[in-house]
């Protein structure tokens, strides 16, 4: 039997193979070829900073101290995709360009979350 450290383990890596697999068919379309290795290496930096601000996001939290956390990373992740992609554009790194896209429209989505959950805690 599982203990539910082997079962996160295997959800995490099971999470990460779909992610690396969705991008590079992604990135292969949009005409920039590249290896699991290189977008696990690009994109697995920032994966932790988006899975953390998920579960402030998702987290019923009032303590102010989480907010403030919550905006300095929604800052952080706006500059690392922002600087990512002019990194791209500047070096005409076509993956680059896509990690910068990715991670911003990752931030879309936790602030479409955010919007969503201060929202309904309004109601």
């Known amino acids: 039997m599982e203990s539910d450290m082997e079962k996160k383990d295997t959800k995490?890596?099971?999470?990460?193979?779909?992610?690396?697999?969705?991008?590079q068919a992604a990135a292969k379309k949009?005409?920039?070829?590249?290896?699991?290795?290189q977008i696990?290496?690009?994109?697995?930096?920032?994966?932790?900073?988006?899975?953390?601000?998920?579960?402030?996001v998702l987290i019923k939290n009032k303590d102010s101290s989480k907010r403030v956390?919550?905006?300095?990373?929604?800052?952080?992740?706006?500059?690392?995709?922002?600087?990512?992609?002019?990194r791209g554009i500047e070096k005409k790194k076509r993956l680059w360009i896509f990690e910068g896209v990715f991670l911003?429209?990752?931030?879309?989505?936790?602030?479409?979350?955010?919007?969503?959950?201060t929202s309904n805690n309004a109601k």
Do not use: M, W
């Open 12 to 23: 995490t890596h099971l999470i990460n193979e779909i992610t690396t697999a969705g991008l």
């Open 30 to 37: 949009l005409g920039a070829e590249a290896s699991k290795a």
């Open 40 to 56: 696990r290496k690009g994109v697995s930096k920032n994966i932790s900073l988006i899975d953390e601000l998920l579960r402030i």
């Open 69 to 86: 956390q919550r905006n300095i990373e929604f800052i952080g992740l706006g500059v690392i995709a922002a600087h990512t992609f002019y």
């Open 104 to 117: 911003t429209a990752a931030l879309g989505g936790v602030l479409l979350a955010t919007h969503f959950e």
